[in-house]
Structure formats: structure tokens, C-alpha cells
């Protein structure tokens, strides 16, 4: 069974600055994917950033990036120039890509709140 | 603008009524989940279908039960609801190998 970690319940950062936010999972899988979802307050969860575990680079979506280290099993969302609109709750969240392969596992999230 | 899509987005009933929560989809995607998620906490897989007449239970034990008659309809189904059923309901449906999309939920009270 995979497990996902987000060891920060709570964040906040200042507005254009730049914040990195927590997540390390347990799997013995060689092959997956790794999100990141976004889910404003009262609002649809939806997908800031996908990594495939057989791709090094780390992918990047504008100012979204991340930082993969498959070795240590860790896959850390970094926010540049955060906005106000950024403010959320962030699930890091892993599937696994073999054959019935079904489910997305969430972490317990992270609430993210940008300070003008 | 979301293409999957989840009614009511809120509902407040009373204990022992049937409901039934809808999750419609307009991409064409085989693979339809239902989480259920409490407040600030992570979400838990209840139930997911892999196409028409494929329903399978998730983790998380639900007393909920789901149908797939087509491709773009999945609703959840409550015959009794009872407060312990009170949370929030996300759909989320995905192609073959694609990522999940997620419908706005429904925030389900009951008293």
C-alpha cells in the first residue's frame, strides 16, 4: 500500500514571495505518477502539476515547479511569486501506473494562505 | 469551466431519507471515482468504476451504494442517510492515462 506525507498542516507566505510546501510518500512501486491539487476554499480541487516517476527532470507549470527526488521519495511543490488566488488547501497525492491501478492516495493536505 | 459536474452542491436532509448525489461527465472518460472528503482532511476513495456496469468499492468501508448504467452518468446513492454520513462528496473522472478531474463536490448535512 502506498502512503502519502504532507508534514505541514498550515503555511503562510507574503505575497510575491516564494514557498515551498512538503510531501514525501512510501511505495514499492518502480512506476507512478505524483500530482499536486489545488482546492480553494468552497471550490473544485484541480491539478496544478503532474511528475512521472521515470522522467529526472522536474516538471514546471509557469510558477509552479517541483522538486522530485525519487531516491529519497520526495516531491516538494515550490510557489514563485505567490498571489492571492493561490491561497488553498494543496494535496500532494501518488498513483500507481501498473494494471489496476485505480486510485489517487492524498496526503492530509496543506492550507496555504498568501498575506497581502 | 468545469466539465464534470456534481448536483446538489449542498444538501441538508433529515436522517433515514434516500438521496442520491449526481456526477455527470460530458468527456467521454471510462474511469469515474466518488471520494469522500471531512473538513480540511484528505480525501478517501468510496467507490470507482472502470466503464458501463463496472463498480468496485474503494478503502474507505461507505454504507453508500454507486451505478454505471452510461459512460457519462455515475451517481451515489444513500438509502438511509444517518449524521455520520455527514461530509463532502467529490466525483472525479479520468481517461486511460490521464489525470483526474474533479467535480465541485456536494456538502452533504444530515440532522
Known amino acids: 500500500a502506498q502512503t502519502v506525507t504532507q508534514s505541514q498542516p498550515e503555511m503562510s507566505v507574503q505575497e510575491a514571495e516564494t514557498v515551498t510546501l512538503s510531501c514525501t510518500y512510501d511505495t514499492s512501486e518502480n512506476n507512478y505518477y505524483l500530482f499536486w491539487y489545488k482546492q480553494p476554499p468552497s471550490r473544485q480541487m484541480i491539478l496544478v502539476i503532474r511528475?512521472?516517476?521515470?522522467?529526472?527532470q522536474n516538471a514546471t507549470e509557469n510558477r509552479f515547479s517541483v522538486n522530485f527526488q525519487k531516491a529519497a521519495k520526495s516531491f516538494s511543490l515550490k510557489i514563485s511569486d505567490s498571489q492571492l488566488g493561490d491561497t488553498a488547501m494543496y494535496f500532494c497525492a501518488f498513483r500507481a501506473s501498473g494494471a489496476g491501478s485505480y486510485q489517487l492516495t492524498f496526503g492530509k493536505g496543506t492550507k496555504l494562505s498568501v498575506i497581502p | 469551466e468545469a466539465d464534470i459536474y456534481q448536483t446538489p452542491r449542498y444538501l441538508v436532509i433529515g436522517t433515514g431519507k434516500k438521496i442520491t448525489l449526481e456526477c455527470s461527465q460530458t468527456m467521454g472518460h471510462d474511469k469515474m471515482y466518488w471520494y469522500q472528503q471531512d473538513p480540511g482532511m484528505e480525501l478517501h476513495l468510496i467507490h470507482y468504476s472502470y466503464g458501463v456496469n463496472s463498480t468496485e468499492k474503494g478503502d474507505l468501508s461507505s454504507e453508500s451504494t454507486v451505478s454505471r448504467i452510461r459512460t457519462e452518468h455515475f451517481p451515489l446513492t444513500l438509502e438511509s442517510a444517518r449524521p455520520s454520513h455527514t461530509s463532502q462528496y467529490l466525483c472525479?473522472?479520468?481517461?486511460?492515462?490521464?489525470?483526474?478531474?474533479f467535480g465541485s463536490g456536494t456538502r452533504l448535512t444530515v440532522v
Open positions: 472525479a473522472s479520468r481517461p486511460g492515462a490521464g489525470g483526474y478531474t
Open positions: 511528475q512521472e516517476a521515470y522522467k529526472q
